[in-house]
């Protein structure tokens, strides 16, 4: 069965802080590893990576994908109580039709003043 | 920036009723999903659709899910008869191709049977 395990579960942190998010996977069939972000309702995209390695940076968030501890990082630096919220990784897993993502459960970052 | 849409936000219904939730997924994307989040649990895999037709289904799909592309820019779930336990926010999502490419997620249905 493909797992995809999120931690920490939570976490609070202060602003300015740096935060780094794990994701670990057992999938067979990996095709690439999405980061989303979930604050109020849909989970809006934030990075995809895959097994090239190639670090992926957008303002103060990165993220990379190690291929052989079969895990993701997200590095949120200078944190601001506008980054709290749910973050969410997800698998693209190659099947014989579709493209499904299969979730984590997430790790809810809440960033206080 | 084009986005997916969904409607309603919110649909209360009565165990044993009917609902079609409607989606208008990104207009130059071809493939479209639909996942649920049960309150406090993981976003799960529903369906996926291209071409006028499942490519895969998850075991939560069953018969009582159907889906469709009516026309040219909806894609609709229907749950025939639906059960206590079908609560939960319903997420349309829509990519471009297939390999590589993300998904993006509408805004949510919430679905309350009661």
């Known amino acids: 069965e493909d797992k995809v395990v999120q931690s920490p579960l939570s976490l609070v942190v202060h602003e300015g802080d740096t935060v780094t998010l794990n994701c670990s996977y057992e999938v067979t069939n990996f095709r690439s590893l999405l980061w989303y972000k979930q604050e109020k309702k849909a989970p809006t995209f934030l990075f995809m990576l895959t097994s090239s390695g190639i670090e992926k940076k957008s303002g103060r968030l990165s993220s990379i994908l190690d291929k052989k501890e079969l895990s993701s990082i997200l590095n949120i630096t200078a944190t601001q109580t506008g980054d709290s919220a749910i973050y969410l990784c997800a698998l693209t897993i190659l099947t014989g039709g579709g493209n499904k993502l299969t979730f984590g459960t997430g790790t809810q970052l809440k960033v206080e003043l | 920036e084009p986005e997916v849409t969904q409607t309603p936000s919110h649909q209360v219904t009565q165990m044993g009723q009917e609902v079609i939730l409607r989606c208008v997924p990104i207009?130059?994307?071809?493939?479209f999903y639909w996942y649920r989040q049960i309150l406090g649990q993981k976003v799960e895999f529903l369906v996926s659709?291209?071409?006028?037709?499942?490519?895969?289904k998850s075991e939560i799909f069953d018969d009582q899910f159907s889906v469709e592309r009516p026309d040219g820019s909806n894609f609709t779930l229907k749950i025939r008869s639906t059960k206590l336990e079908d609560s939960a926010m319903y997420f349309c999502?829509?990519?471009?191709?297939?390999?590589?490419?993300?998904?993006?997620f509408g805004p949510g249905t919430r679905l309350t049977v009661l």
């Open positions: 999502a829509s990519s471009r191709g297939w390999l590589y490419n993300e998904q993006f």
């Open positions: 207009s130059n994307h071809l493939y």
């Open positions: 659709f291209y071409n006028n037709e499942i490519s895969e």
